[in-house]
């Protein structure tokens, strides 16, 4: 299961400084996506440890490997989309038959709250990745 980074308590709202550096980061923050999957090794695809990415405006970051978990009955040949989703303090990483959508507001490709990572082909035997 992936962590939600979550960022220090506000001590002082009136903070010019705190204020800046809470906007700053949620420009730079919005839309990061820096996920590593591992297709060849397993009949799942796996988001390797250090994956981080932005979601909705959370940071999550994965200590260590995890499988995509599937959503719904997933066809044995069909295209398929990974996303990124956030509950809380926690989140993973899901893979689904439903398209994203561009969300300007999110600055990204979205399934209602959950972020688009990328699409793969599934085989019978393997994952594929889209070129």
Do not use: H
């Amino acid at each position: 299961m992936a962590n939600v980074i979550i960022e220090p308590a506000n001590a002082n709202p009136d903070t010019q400084d705190w204020q800046r550096a809470l906007y700053r980061n949620t420009k730079v923050a919005g839309g990061f996506a820096r996920v590593f999957i591992d297709i060849l090794q397993a009949n799942v695809p796996i988001i390797k440890a250090g994956s981080r990415c932005e979601v909705n405006g959370s940071i999550l970051e994965s200590p260590v490997d995890e499988n995509v978990l599937a959503e719904g009955t997933i066809p044995t040949t069909a295209t398929v989309y990974i996303y990124a989703r956030v509950s809380g303090s926690t989140g993973n990483y899901r893979m689904s038959l439903t398209k994203p959508v561009n969300d300007a507001m999110k600055g990204g490709l979205y399934n209602g709250n959950d972020r688009f990572i990328t699409s793969l082909y599934r085989t019978p035997t393997r994952y594929y990745e889209w070129a």
